[in-house]
Nanobody
Framework: QLQLVESGGGLVQPGGSLRLSCAAS????????MAWYRQAPGKQRGLVAT???????FYGNSVKGRFTISRDNAKNTVYLQMNSLKPEDTGVYYC?????????WGQGTQVTVSS
């Protein structure tokens, strides 16, 4: 199936930007709906954005107008461009399929938005 590795997180001030990458290995990437999820300390992991095989997208209400999900099937990679970041965006960001597959959860990448 797939193996997924997230990267691109870091510390950024409110109003700043980051671009996250999710590199996939294995077959089937181009036909799967992919998604970004995030988890703040002590909270449930939640859905941030999804992108289907035809490039249609969905965004959670809290990130609409600020985040953009995209994919490059030739590179087996999905991206999350995050602009106008807020402290409440802080958390560990994960990629997975939508619906998620338990075995594909990785380490994620930490995003911290703080002044």
């Amino acid at each position: 199936q797939l193996q997924l590795v997230e990267s691109g997180g870091g510390l950024v001030q409110p109003g700043g930007s980051l671009r996250l990458s999710c590199a996939a290995s294995g077959s089937g990437f181009s036909v799967y709906t992919m998604a970004w999820y995030r988890q703040a300390p002590g909270k449930q992991r939640g859905l941030v954005a999804t992108i289907k095989r035809d490039n249609t997208t969905f965004y959670g209400n809290s990130v609409k107008g600020r985040f953009t999900i995209s994919r490059d099937n030739a590179k087996n990679t999905v991206y999350l461009q995050m602009n106008s970041l807020k402290p409440e965006d802080t958390g560990v960001y994960y990629c997975n399929r939508q619906p998620p597959i338990r075995e594909l959860w990785g380490q994620g990448t930490q995003v911290t938005v703080s002044s």
